[in-house]
């Protein structure tokens, strides 16, 4: 969808003014709505799924092109969150993996079980 242009007479300063500031306004909302989320824990945990599920930081290779396309566009996907959240919050990322390692150091392996056989 292309975005509705904010000047109509680039010659007016009145009006590069005023889109100036409506697209820093809507900048700082975008980036105050992703430094929301970052903010819990449960927002956090959810990104980092999303992460995992867009295969970030793996290979899209497969020896067909479809499935390359496939894996290509969750990636992209994911590098745009990635992307979004370093530009609201740089440490955000860091910590997500910090709260990631210590959730797994931290997992309880099940009881095995015993065969009566």
């Known amino acids: 969808m292309a ?14 003014k005023a889109a100036k500031e ?16 970052l903010s819990s824990p449960e927002g956090r945990r959810v990104l980092w799924r999303v992460l995992g599920q867009c295969n970030t930081n793996k290979s899209v290779f497969a020896v067909d092109h479809g499935t390359i396309s496939y894996r290509a566009g969750w990636q992209d ?3 745009y969150v990635l992307a ?9 990322f860091l910590r997500m993996i910090e709260e990631a390692n210590r959730i797994e150091v931290n997992k ?3 009881p095995e079980t015993i065969d009566d056989a």
């Open 77 to 79: 996907a994911g590098h």
């Open 22 to 37: 409506s697209e820093q306004f809507l900048s700082d909302e975008r980036l105050n709505d992703w430094r929301a989320v």
């Open 84 to 92: 979004e959240i370093n530009e609201a919050d740089p440490r955000a």
């Open 108 to 110: 309880v392996e099940p």
């Open 3 to 16: 975005k509705k242009a904010l000047v109509r007479n680039a010659a007016d300063a009145a009006q590069v």
